[in-house]
């Protein structure tokens, strides 16, 4: 199969290259690439399959199917992106979940992070079948990745306005602690 051009017009060269360093261990980056370019030429596969009917001009089909894989990539990520993480703060003897709003280079990286093990715990032949697979149920909104970007939301929606002072005296000690981090990295 031909390899899938990764265009650098398009925004998912950057997310390529994060999802190269999440499927990367032990400094294997090779054998990453190869996995993620195999996943994509599956993407492509699949998608001709299901276009199969609409095929009129092969040679626009082939350049239309190439961009879309790293359509469906880029759609996937951004449907798996939290906009929310979970901290637990401890107040006295109680430990509380709080929803902090989370930046968004941070979000891609958990949102492909979770993609790339739902992958790993899916059943299948290989992990880069299992791996488009995955893209491909997050692109449509369904699958473990997306199914865990909706329970921290739910969790963050539940415990967004539950107790009032405990949230004050919380987000308190929030910007106190970012406050100090600041003047840490400042002071270095």
Partial sequence: MPRVQILKKLKSKQFVDILNKTVMRNGKKNLAFRIIQKSLNIIVHKINKTNKTNETNETNETNKTKEDALIVLEKAIRNTIP????????????????????????????????????????????FAINLSNEILDASKKSGNAFNKREEVHKIAEKNKNKNPRIQKIIQKKIKKNKNTRIQNKTKK
């Fill in 83 to 126: 906009s929310v993480e979970i901290q637990t703060r401890r107040l006295g003897a109680t430990v509380y979940p709080i929803p902090v709003e989370l930046d968004i280079d941070r979000g891609i990286y958990r949102g492909i992070r979770w993609i790339v093990d739902s992958a790993k715990k899916r059943s299948g032949k290989t």
